[in-house]
């Protein structure tokens, strides 16, 4: 899944992508690169980030998958990052695939209903507080344990509203309301998500954590960083994953994938 910022204040690509000229540029380039699925999003989600309104985002997005959809491959797919019922929607008539839900579901009343109605996937995430906090203080007792429990209890309402379960894909939330620890404790235990037995997506790319790690300040210089995780993640049986810088990570993929089932 290739990562199309089409806002002004993401935090590694934010105002790059934000016409829809440019924004076809990007997403052919990483199409060529090896990318599946094209996640469009109008409203960043990176810590301290300020809510957008709906008609904003619809106005920043809109455009952009109607020209994705007339230019790029019926086989791609592309999907909305958003928490808002409305501007899914807006997008799924547009030519969308797939809904990406940060709030997996709970921001919005209907996006379970609406993603069951189109027969749309969608990616539930988990995320402790929002999006303008998260990142102040985030505690837990067990954070696996309390990210599968949260995860495990919204596949089941999302399969209540009528979503089959091949439609859901669970996304542990990597660095939206977690610490340093935290993130290095979810990736050490990948297989305890993909053990509830729906698809698994994992967004690191090129995230905060990666940057302490490796003492890196420029977040486009964590390329091999991210693919070092993606690798981990299909070790764990991780079949989605959100980056980036899709040439890498697509090496990261195949390699691993080859060897796991050689």
């Known amino acids: 899944m290739g990562i199309l910022n089409v806002t002004p204040d993401s935090f590694s690509d934010g105002g790059q992508h934000d016409s829809p000229r440019l924004a076809l540029q990007h997403a052919q380039q990483m199409i060529k690169e090896g990318a599946d699925i094209i996640d ?43 928490t808002n019922v ?5 997008a799924l008539e547009a030519g969308a695939n797939w809904i990406n839900d940060v709030s997996a579901g709970e921001d919005s009343e209907g996006m379970l209903e609406l993603a069951a109605s189109k027969q749309a996937p969608i990616v539930l995430m988990h ?39 091949s ?58 960083a991210t693919a070092a995780t993606t690798t981990l993640g299909v070790m764990a049986g ?3 994953f959100r980056v980036h810088d899709v040439f890498e990570n697509r090496q990261a993929v195949d390699v691993t994938w080859e060897v796991k089932n050689s």
């Not at 409305?86 to 807006?90: E, G, I, L, N, P």
């Open 40 to 82: 469009v999003g109008g409203e960043s989600t990176r810590p301290g980030a300020d809510v957008v309104s709906e008609e904003e985002q619809i106005s920043r997005v809109i455009p952009v998958i109607e020209t994705l959809r007339k230019n790029i491959d019926q086989s791609i797919l592309i999907s909305i990052d958003t």
């Open 86 to 90: 409305t501007v899914a929607k807006r």
């Open 127 to 165: 995320r402790q507080g929002i999006s303008a906090t998260m990142q102040d203080n985030p505690q837990y007792s067990d954070v696996v344990a309390e990210v599968t429990h949260y995860l495990k209890q919204r596949a089941e309402a999302a399969r209540s509203a009528g979503i089959k379960p």
């Open 167 to 224: 439609h859901i894909i669970l996304d542990p939330g990597i660095g939206f309301g977690k610490s340093f620890a935290h993130n290095l404790t979810l990736m050490s235990q990948l297989n305890a998500i993909t053990a509830l037995g729906y698809e698994v997506l994992l967004g690191t790319s090129r995230k905060r954590f990666l940057s302490e790690i490796c003492q890196q300040k420029s977040s486009a210089k964590l390329a091999a």
């Open 238 to 240: 991780v079949s989605v």
